[in-house]
């Protein structure tokens, strides 16, 4: 029976040949690709999710209607004697679009919901601030005005207010 061959060598180097420089700086080139394109990767991300808040950012000081600060004379203008209410951007107190109110704005800080009777646009003074109608009531509530506030706190403080409201324009 012939002898059979010893292999001294461990599993490892019979499976893998011994690598040489060369393809150990392949190898190396091959990571520092991947390693540029997920940083290159990375960046791209970071650039979108600025890019989208600046543009969130941009989109809503665009679209929600500014409380103004001058002084108005009241006592020229029409009034009108209503119950105040306040809501929040939420399903279970405005319809299934929350965050786009009936003229196709987003409500925001000087919204406020009027009767059918006042234009979009229009400007009214409620407690000392200005507010621009750009949200409509239901009509089961009449002559109520419903102002538009961040949190259900604030709406929940501000609460059900008899009092006048002065329509600017």
């Given amino acids: 029976m012939p002898e059979r061959a010893v ?3 461990s599993k490892d180097h019979m499976e893998y040949p011994k690598m040489d420089a060369w393809m150990l700086g392949e190898i190396e080139e091959k990571r520092r690709k991947n390693v540029a394109i997920w940083w290159e990767s990375v960046i791209a991300v970071c650039f979108l999710i600025v890019f989208t808040v600046v543009m969130a950012i941009v989109f809503f000081a665009l679209t ?4 103004r600060a001058e002084a108005i004379n009241i006592t020229d203008l029409e009034s009108v004697h209503a119950v105040v209410t306040a809501y929040t951007s939420s399903e279970d107190e405005t319809d299934s679009t929350p965050f786009e109110n009936a003229a196709g704005t987003v409500p925001g800080r000087g919204s406020v919901a009027c ?4 234009a ?21 509530f009449g002559d109520r005005f419903d102002v538009w506030m961040q949190t259900k706190a604030e709406a929940f403080e501000f609460g059900k207010q008899h009092v006048t409201v002065a329509i600017i324009n």
Wanted: proline share 9%.
């Fill in 115 to 118: 009767p059918m009777r006042f």
């Fill in 120 to 140: 979009f646009g229009t400007r009214v003074l409620i407690r000392g601030h200005e507010y621009i109608c750009d949200d409509r009531m239901h009509p089961k």
């Fill in 7 to 9: 292999n001294n060598h």
């Fill in 64 to 67: 929600t209607p500014q409380v």
